[in-house]
């Protein structure tokens, strides 16, 4: 087993911005399976909701119980649209804060088939790069608001205006205020290396950050960007894009001065090895697939837009202990936010979901 050479305690109270069509589904999975392991509080999203007020920005009290609570919750992950004075309000001074960033050119391709139906400028386009090849044809400020998945989704996420001016000083001021108020900034084209880095940052172990991909789509429902398209994403996008530039940067650089690139290779290795073990162990088909073949609903992923958003079959004959673990690592988002609010307001009225329960006790923790 790869050890750290100085021992180190886990860090447990920990803020991940869940930035959308960036992996961060499979991120929310490993924070709600780690806060699980540890006995930890999440900060849940109040009432039916099941993000923390998005695409508002973010209120402490759209937190469940945060009146009762105040600053006592551990872990804070769903969707939310940052806003660090009152995240601080809800989470411990001590808390690590990171999140995660994507090359915004097949980000926004993910953006246009997810959110196809809900987007006025991707509706009225017929396919991604009639979209690209004249945006301000279909992106209208007056929708804005609607709006928001079709350009700079990931500066919108971190809580900035994704129609502002590309000045040089604001991107600038901006870079250095993510800077200030994330201690970590993750790069889903690199997810394992990502892992890595945050095991690392954490002090958290390996079966930490194992996972297995969730809420990705099938290939059939990928449409190619032209060379051109790829071009004016980096012009159309062009906040995300330096985001995204300046980030992919300070990223390998901690790869550096934390990991060694030489160690990296080591333990993504160990990671894949690992997770490939668990596959092994858990899945029927050793992969993921299509909506039309879970056949569990209870681990039936939410569908949107002309996304295929694809999920997994647990094989039959596991004894209980792994088919906890093997349900915990494929169940989707929506269905774990239910039940771990079950599991901490249990005299509440539960998340209403219109789907069969994975669990029915919630003692089982």
């Given at each position: 087993?790869?050890?750290?050479?100085?021992?180190?305690?886990?860090k447990?109270?920990?803020?991940?911005?869940?930035?959308?069509?960036?992996?961060?589904?499979?991120?929310?999975?490993?924070?709600?399976?780690?806060?699980?392991?540890?006995?930890?509080?999440?900060?849940?999203?109040?009432?039916?909701?099941?993000?923390?007020?998005?695409?508002?920005?973010?209120?402490?009290?759209?937190v469940?119980?945060?009146?009762?609570?105040?600053?006592?919750?551990?872990?804070?992950?769903?969707?939310?649209?940052?806003?660090?004075l009152?995240?601080q309000?809800?989470?411990?001074?001590?808390?690590?804060?990171?999140?995660?960033?994507?090359?915004?050119?097949?980000?926004?391709?993910?953006?246009y088939?997810?959110?196809?139906?809900?987007?006025?400028?991707?509706?009225?386009?017929?396919?991604?790069?009639?979209?690209?090849?004249?945006?301000?044809?279909?992106?209208?400020?007056?929708?804005?608001r609607?709006?928001?998945?079709?350009?700079?989704?990931?500066w919108?996420?971190?809580?900035?205006?994704?129609?502002?001016?590309d000045?040089a000083?604001y991107?600038?001021?901006?870079?250095?205020?993510i800077?200030?108020?994330?201690?970590?900034?993750?790069?889903?084209?690199?997810?394992?290396?990502?892992?890595?880095?945050?095991?690392?940052?954490?002090?958290?172990?390996?079966?930490?950050?194992?996972?297995?991909k969730?809420?990705?789509?099938?290939?059939?429902?990928?449409?190619?960007?032209?060379?051109?398209?790829e071009?004016?994403?980096?012009?159309?996008?062009?906040?995300?894009?330096?985001?995204?530039?300046?980030?992919?940067?300070?990223?390998?650089?901690?790869?550096?001065?934390?990991?060694?690139?030489?160690?990296?290779?080591k333990?993504v290795?160990?990671?894949?090895?690992?997770q490939?073990?668990l596959?092994?162990?858990?899945?029927?088909?050793?992969?993921a697939?299509?909506?039309?073949?879970?056949?569990?609903?209870a681990?039936?992923?939410?569908?949107?837009?002309?996304?295929?958003?694809?999920?997994?079959?647990?094989?039959?004959?596991?004894?209980?202990?792994?088919l906890?673990?093997?349900?915990?690592?494929?169940?989707?988002?929506?269905?774990?936010?239910?039940?771990?609010?079950?599991?901490?307001?249990?005299?509440?009225?539960?998340?209403?979901?219109?789907?069969?329960?994975?669990?029915?006790?919630?003692?089982?923790?």
């Amino acid at each position: 087993l790869l050890t750290s050479p100085t021992p180190c305690r886990a860090k447990t109270n920990v803020m991940f911005l869940k930035t959308h069509k960036t992996a961060s589904s499979t991120v929310f999975n490993i924070m709600f399976r780690f806060a699980e392991r540890y006995n930890l509080t999440v900060a849940l999203p109040a009432g039916q909701l099941f993000h923390l007020g998005y695409p508002k920005n973010f209120m402490a009290h759209f937190v469940e119980d945060f009146e009762a609570i105040g600053q006592n919750y551990n872990i804070m992950c769903n969707h939310l649209r940052f806003n660090p004075l009152e995240v601080q309000k809800v989470m411990a001074p001590n808390t690590f804060y990171f999140s995660i960033l994507r090359n915004p050119i097949p980000l926004l391709e993910s953006s246009y088939i997810y959110y196809k139906n809900e987007v006025p400028a991707f509706r009225s386009s017929r396919d991604v790069n009639e979209y690209l090849a004249s945006p301000t044809r279909y992106y209208h400020p007056a929708d804005s608001r609607q709006n928001i998945y079709a350009r700079n989704i990931m500066w919108f996420d971190f809580g900035y205006d994704n129609n502002a001016e590309d000045d040089a000083e604001y991107t600038q001021a901006v870079l250095e205020e993510i800077e200030q108020n994330f201690h970590l900034i993750l790069i889903a084209d690199y997810f394992d290396e990502s892992m890595i880095l945050l095991k690392h940052t954490l002090c958290w172990d390996l079966d930490d950050v194992i996972y297995f991909k969730l809420n990705s789509r099938s290939q059939d429902t990928v449409q190619t960007l032209t060379p051109e398209s790829e071009e004016r994403i980096k012009v159309w996008c062009s906040l995300d894009w330096k985001l995204y530039l300046h980030f992919n940067q300070t990223f390998w650089r901690r790869i550096e001065e934390t990991v060694g690139l030489e160690l990296l290779e080591k333990e993504v290795d160990h990671l894949r090895t690992r997770q490939k073990e668990l596959m092994e162990t858990c899945l029927l088909e050793q992969e993921a697939v299509g909506k039309g073949h879970v056949r569990n609903k209870a681990l039936q992923p939410y569908q949107s837009g002309a996304a295929n958003i694809l999920g997994y079959n647990l094989k039959q004959d596991l004894d209980n202990r792994t088919l906890r673990i093997c349900q915990k690592m494929v169940i989707p988002e929506l269905q774990y936010t239910s039940y771990l609010y079950a599991v901490q307001h249990p005299h509440k009225k539960g998340k209403q979901l219109g789907l069969p329960l994975l669990w029915t006790h919630f003692q089982e923790r």
